[in-house]
């Protein structure tokens, strides 16, 4: 019990800091629940974490799957929680998805509708994602830290039109900056 | 650009092939029919109680209604294009062949 009390204290963030813009992406790297799928995609995360201890974030992922050849274009709203040990920054993260999914012909017959998620062919799914990750400090400016990290992360959606489950993980490269 | 790098699968159209010289065996009866309802019905049947999003217009549970969208049936279901219907689990393809043969002679 006093290791884990020791360990918790560890990961509590030991000054308060200011609000602070977050800006981050990477690639990212999942299969699914459907037989022989696989998924490359780029991220893009904006967040505002206030007491260097909790985040709001919009998380959107733009990719390509291999099962019937698809463009899946997730975008996510959460929060996260982060501790810090040093110049790491564990994190865990919950967040609402609503995801697209459609075939790469459909993009291509109607590149409009396909933009605005509004073409024929597009799966419109909601869900609920998860992450957790590190993030790495590697240099700090006068109002900014710059950081690299990696994550676990998944999604799970219970509308049955396209994979139940999403499972992978991602890179990053970033920054925060004090407001 | 991972979408770019990899998701540009050029498909084959209804125009790429060819109805062959002495025409087809196939028709609607002896194979369009039953290929529509085994594998398209559940989501693009006039009487489907779940259409999981596919727009109303797209209903092929008539011979008119698959002739009316063959390019588009083609493109997504025939010969070797895979994406409908959607998942893992796909229709053989010597039936995906005989929809692609079916379609390019006019789906008779």
Known sequence: MRWLLVFLALLVPTTAGATEIQVASGPNAQGSSWRGDGALSQSLKLGLRFGDLVSIDALTRLGYATVDDRVVTYISLGSTLYGRIGIARPYVRLALVHQHEEPTSAVKNDPFGATFGVGDGIRHRGGFGSALGCDFVIAKGQRADFLIGLDVNGSWFPDPRGPSFYYGGGLWAGMNYGL | ?108
């Not at chain 2, 049947?45 to 083609?74: C, M, Q, W």
């Not at chain 2, 010969?79 to 789906?107: F, H, I, Q, S, Y």
Request: proline share 8%; charged share 30%.
């Open chain 2, 1 to 108: 650009m991972i979408l770019f790098a990899v998701g540009c699968k050029e498909e084959t159209t209804i125009d790429d092939r060819k109805c062959p010289p002495t025409g087809t065996k196939l028709n609607y009866d002896n194979f369009g029919r039953d290929f529509m309802n085994d594998n398209c019905q559940t989501c693009h049947g006039k009487h489907s109680s779940d259409r999981n999003g596919a727009p109303s217009s797209y209903d092929f549970g008539t011979l008119e209604g698959v002739r009316d969208h063959k390019d588009r049936i083609f493109v997504r279901a025939a010969a070797d294009n895979t994406t409908m219907p959607p998942g893992p689990d796909d229709p053989p393809e010597a039936d995906r062949e005989k929809l692609a043969e079916w379609l390019v002679c006019g789906a008779p």
